[in-house]
């Protein structure tokens, strides 16, 4: 199956951002004044059940492969920790022609926008923000049999997700570093920790150097109460809070 597309350069998917940055490429974000902001999901991860992951499931291998092991209360979980560029409306790099300012250091995630990150999913334009012209069937093939079709563009992709896997350890490290220890479940929503440019780009100079403090006793926040008593029924340290800046919620509060 071929997917067909080019770019628009309508600029919609330079609005109102959640770019998921390497360690590298947030210190290039936060080293230019912007914010990275760090976001955190969590799987309850039994060890004796799957500890290395569901081999037939690509999806539970690549949380295995993005993910550390941190325990929650006597639970098991791994958490995936996100770097995240977020903005509301236009880039800070966007040009007024809709042109990226930024083009030459511009993120992987920007470069091979609309192609799907992660490995386990597969590419649907209809949740793409581009528009309907830029997926005309005659114009250039991006993804074959979910491949992307452009040498350069499959390039960029496998080392955004290499670096997705490469970067756990300093992560790990990095939460300790700045001391926090919370999570959302996953599926619910993202726990979210802002933090300035200049404090997170001390905080990864300090994990890379192997420094992480003591391991921080871990919890998890909710903004549903039937997921807070399910967790407080297995002595897991939980904290029920809105939807807001600290926490993103898929759901709406339910109290
Ligand atoms: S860095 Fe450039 S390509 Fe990426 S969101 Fe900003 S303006 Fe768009
Ligand atoms: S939303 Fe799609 S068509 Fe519009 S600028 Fe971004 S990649 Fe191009």
Known sequence: MEITFDCTQCGRCCHDLRLTLSVAEARVWA??????????????????????????DPASQWRM???????IGDVPFRVNLRLVARHVGACPHLLPDMRCGNYEARPRICRIYPLESRPFEAMVPAHRLCPPEAWGQSLPVLERDGVPADAEAAAILAAHRAAMVADVPVKERLVRVIGWAETAMAGEGLAVREIAPNALIAALDAAERGAGGAAQPWGIVTNRETTRAMLADLECPVWLVAAEEGFLSAFGDES
């Open 31 to 56: 080293g230019r004044g912007h914010r990275v902001d760090l976001l955190a999901e969590g799987w309850p991860w039994p060890e004796a059940d799957n500890a290395d992951g569901d081999p037939d």
């Open 65 to 71: 492969a993005t993910s550390f092991p941190v325990s």
